[in-house]
């Protein structure tokens, strides 16, 4: 069983930045491919960036080129995910979740999910 935290969620204006962590229990977070995924009310939950094993590989999605960072520290079982340049479209739900598999874009390649953390971008 794994568990997933996230933090560093907020408010914050548009053009800002906020950087969200995830926390994963465990000794093994470095057999987990991770990603974020964001949901807004009444949309479908919506991928945003993943990352490899070992860090050396990212997926993203193109609403957040060039704008968000995806890391990992797997010494401190974390995920990072550092967003700039934030729009009020960004406004969502983010959740952190992990594959044993691979860093597919589909929610339903992963397994374990982070209960969320609030994104909240103002104009």
């Known amino acids: 069983q794994v568990q997933l935290v996230e933090s560093g969620g907020g408010l914050v204006q548009a053009g800002g930045s906020l950087r969200l962590s995830c926390a994963a229990s465990?000794?093994?977070?470095?057999?987990?491919?991770m990603a974020w995924f964001r949901q807004a009310p009444g949309k479908e939950r919506e991928f945003v960036m993943s990352?490899?094993?070992?860090?050396?590989?990212?997926y993203y999605a193109d609403s957040v080129k060039g704008r968000f960072t995806i890391s990992r520290d797997n010494a401190k079982n974390t995920v990072y995910l550092q967003m700039n340049s934030l729009k009020p479209e960004d406004t969502a739900v983010y959740y952190c979740?992990?594959?044993?598999?691979?860093?597919?874009?589909?929610?339903?390649?992963?397994?374990?999910w982070g209960p969320g953390i609030q994104v909240t971008v103002s104009s």
């Open positions: 990352i490899s094993k070992n860090g050396d590989r990212t």
């Open positions: 465990g000794r093994t977070f470095s057999s987990y491919a």
């Open positions: 979740a992990a594959s044993q598999a691979s860093w597919l874009a589909s929610p339903s390649a992963y397994k374990y």
